[in-house]
Each structure stands twice: as C-alpha cells, then as structure tokens.
C-alpha cells in the first residue's frame, strides 16, 4: 500500500520529511534541511534508494531496540526509522519503508 510524504518546517524552521506508511504510521524521518528544494530532493532520493536492500542500516541501539537507516549512493544518512523491540521488527520496517515509498503522495504542509 502507498504511503505519504509529508514535508513540515521543524520548531528551527528547518524543512523536514516523514514517510508514513497506508495505516498512517510514520516509518522514516528526515534531517533537517535549510530549503525546500533540498528536502524535496531528499523525498526523491528515499524513493529511489528504498528500492535497493544494501542501502539499508539495521543496528541496535545500546538499550536493546533496533532502528534502521537508509542510505544514498554516496553513503549519505538519507532517513533514520523508529525504534523496534526485535530485529524482526526492524527489518518488516525497511520493508514497509520500500514498498509505501514507491508510489507514495506528497503532503506538503509549508505551502
């Protein structure tokens, strides 16, 4: 199922990006970014880049929850996940994130 993009100015007035899953989830969060164009690049290249397996991080965190990130071709953190109690968890997420990615709307909440 298609997700949405939704992309906000942030408290710093930086623009950011979440994927949210069909089920209105979110799934994947940007970094900030200082304009729109560049974020919007940024949706674009999760687009691309969720549709490649090796461009995904899976790692757990020293309390024992796993979060995922994904990565562009040059090795640049595109998005960063939630936290998931399993490994199992973790890895259904980039999933999610591939597949809700790929035909996903665009919410923009600056306009």
């Known amino acids: 199922m298609a997700g949405k ?10 623009f950011r ?3 949210k899953a069909g089920n209105g989830q979110n799934i994947l969060g940007s970094e900030g970014y200082a304009k729109k164009p560049s974020c ?3 949706v ?5 880049n969720s549709q490649n397996p090796d461009r995904f991080e899976c790692h757990q965190t020293p309390s024992g929850k ?8 040059n ?5 960063t996940s939630q936290t998931y109690s399993s490994e199992s968890g973790c890895r259904n997420g980039m ?3 591939a597949t809700s990615s790929a035909g996903a709307t665009i919410d923009d909440q600056t306009a």
């Open 17 to 19: 990006f979440r994927l």
């Open 66 to 73: 796993w979060t995922f990130r994904l990565k562009a071709t």
């Open 44 to 48: 674009e290249s999760v687009k691309k």
């Open 5 to 14: 993009f939704e992309i906000y100015k942030d408290k710093a007035g930086e």
């Open 95 to 97: 999933k999610s994130v």
């Open 75 to 79: 090795g640049q953190v595109i998005g």
């Open 40 to 42: 919007m690049n940024g």
